[in-house]
Every structure is written in structure tokens, then in C-alpha cells.
């Protein structure tokens, strides 16, 4: 059983998230694998006192990657779930927010 602190596991910092949540309100996680839109929801109002309107779940494919000195060698990295979380307007979370 997943309780509400081991729903979120990481923020997920790239490009597009990151304009994402300067132009659209939407915020992006790394969440458990057995999570569902209903925890995601109670944790992120939980942790950042935000209201949540619409959280999208998909699950992300693990990948093949190779070793730099040996190019036979293929790593798998393992797949994970993410979590699109939009806040109501003029909501923000402020762990992003000094994000550039």
C-alpha cells in the first residue's frame, strides 16, 4: 500500500515542463508506480497547499541506452510514471519557481 508520502518521487525538470508551468499551470512528477489520479491529487494539494484541477498519468517505456567505452554493452533503464498535475489560475508551486 502507497500512503501519501511515497506518492511523489522527484520533479521532472526539462524544457517543456518547464513552460509548462510559466505558461499553462501545469506542473510535472515522477510518481509511484501504483498511484492513481486520486492520490496524486490529495498529495500535491497536501504538500504544496495548492488547489489541483485535472492530473494526466502516463506511463513513460523503458529505454536502451549504451556503455560510452564499450558500444556493445546495452543498458536497459528501467520505465517510470509521470504525472501532469494543473493547478487552478494564479496557483503556482514555489520549488519551480526559481527554476530558469
Known amino acids: 500500500m502507497t500512503t501519501i508520502y511515497d506518492v511523489l518521487r522527484r520533479p521532472i ?25 486520486p492520490m496524486i491529487k490529495e498529495a500535491v494539494e497536501t504538500f504544496f497547499n495548492v488547489t489541483v484541477e485535472k492530473v494526466r498519468v502516463m506511463n513513460m517505456p523503458a529505454k536502451q541506452t549504451r556503455r560510452w567505452r564499450n558500444r556493445r554493452m546495452g543498458i536497459r533503464r528501467r520505465g517510470y510514471k509521470k504525472a501532469i498535475v494543473t493547478l487552478a489560475p494564479g496557483e503556482t508551486i514555489d520549488l519551480f519557481e526559481g527554476v530558469k
Do not use: P
Not at 13 to 37: C, M, P, R, W
Open 13 to 37: 525538470i526539462t524544457e517543456k515542463s518547464n513552460y509548462q508551468h510559466t505558461h499553462l499551470g501545469q506542473y510535472v512528477f515522477e510518481v509511484a508506480e501504483d498511484a492513481t489520479k
